[in-house]
């Protein structure tokens, strides 16, 4: 990028516009961030009612390889990102050629596939959990005795807990396999683990990068349930090792945007990376109301090729993911506007410090990321208390 792309200006004649490939929640907290910053938006993404897509300036419906649509958003937009790791990096690549397009194809690609995102992981130095990749019935068989009890997961298309199963003997691998229908996997050793954590880099074009605090996590079900961020929630040197390690991954992929990465502390202290992912990041949003900057700011900064300053966080916060259990069991699929069948916002919003941020999603149903809570406070000790409170309220498991 040669020139930065800056808010209010004019390119080739229409205002200065960003685009994002995907209408979520996290392409829809990026547009929030783009348009508070003066820019006009542009999101493509198939579904008519996405969260993101109903809140841009434009809503381009279509799917991510259609070629008039992808001709569309070049034509409307000064830069183009994305919001998940699942468009296909084809897309990335052809707009990329057009446009400046952060992250690029090529770091969009190997985090789609967990075979070569190790590989990638094992270059930069980065500890990884032992690991076998299997894509033929050879390589199944020559698995290793001490893989095993092991997590077998799909190279592709896994997140949020899917595409993985566990497997304790060779003959569960076996069927694992088979059950996955054969397709190219990844099987890692299951370690001891203590807890685990993130961290969230952004990295400008110029190679300028700057990160947030180390992230502790808690993940239920395979889906992350609470982030807690202060002082100490996080070892130091377990953090320093962290930013150490996420930084040296950005630069070995000379990235642009918004990078996180996810650890599993073992017993003893050691730290191992799990995955990355080349986006904003759930673990994330609590910069959006315990930080002067948020991590959607910072999206926003690397794709227009704006300076970057390093965050500072102002007080220490939890995140309670709200997930589409919070509303009616007996009803799978239901509209989230019925009012009295809502959870207790009221009670939730009298707790000094709480900060709701819903998706705009228009039904819910279990394991669904339907907004988060953040709860910001002077001490740990306050905002916990407050956040364990909170989830009492909303009927979201103690932690």
Request: glycine share 10%; proline share 7%; net charge negative.
């Amino acid at each position: 990028m040669s020139r930065a792309i800056l808010p209010g200006s004019m390119v080739n004649g229409q205002p200065a516009t960003l685009g994002v490939m995907g209408g979520g929640q996290l392409g829809r907290m990026f547009v929030h961030a783009a348009q508070a910053m003066g820019y006009f938006t542009a999101v493509l993404d198939p579904d008519a009612a996405s969260p993101a897509g109903r809140v841009s300036h434009h809503h381009i419906q279509t799917d991510y390889l259609d070629e008039q649509g992808l001709a569309q958003l070049m034509q409307r937009c000064a830069a183009i990102t994305t919001e998940f790791e699942n468009v296909p990096a084809p897309a990335l690549m052809t707009l990329g050629a057009h446009r400046p397009v952060a992250p690029a194809s090529e770091s969009v690609a190997i985090a789609q596939d967990r075979a070569a995102e190790k590989a990638h992981f094992v270059r930069c130095g980065v500890p990884v959990a032992p690991h076998a990749v299997i894509e033929t019935a050879e390589q199944l068989g020559a698995v290793g005795d001490d893989l095993l009890p092991g997590i077998l997961k799909t190279s592709r298309m896994g997140y949020d807990g899917k595409g993985q199963i566990r497997v304790k003997t060779r003959e569960a691998l076996a069927a694992a396999w088979g059950q996955l229908k054969n397709v190219p996997c990844v099987l890692e050793k299951m370690l001891p683990l203590q807890a685990e954590c993130s961290v969230i880099v952004a990295r400008g074009a110029d190679g300028q990068m700057v990160n947030f605090p180390v992230q502790l996590n808690l993940h239920r079900d395979g889906i992350l349930a609470v982030t807690s961020v202060y002082e100490g929630a996080v070892p130091a040197d377990q953090a320093a090792q962290a930013v150490a390690a996420t930084r040296a991954i950005a630069e070995g992929l000379n990235y642009v945007g918004v990078l996180c990465v996810e650890f599993f502390i073992l017993e003893g202290g050691q730290l191992v990376v799990n995955e990355m992912a080349p986006r904003p990041h759930n673990s994330g949003h609590y910069t959006m109301n315990a930080c002067d900057q948020s991590q959607f700011e910072l999206q926003v900064r690397t794709l227009a090729g704006l300076p970057l300053t390093q965050p500072r966080q102002h007080s220490p916060a939890i995140m309670l993911n709200l997930l589409g259990d919070l509303w009616p069991e007996d009803t799978p699929v239901m509209s989230i506007s019925k009012g009295p069948t809502s959870p207790a916002w009221s009670q939730v919003l009298a707790l000094p410090g709480t900060h709701l941020h819903l998706y705009g999603k228009l039904s819910a149903r279990p394991g669904r990321k339907m907004g988060h809570l953040n709860i910001t406070g002077a001490t740990p000790e306050a905002v916990r208390a407050t956040a364990l409170q909170a989830a009492a309220l909303l009927g979201i498991e103690a932690f």
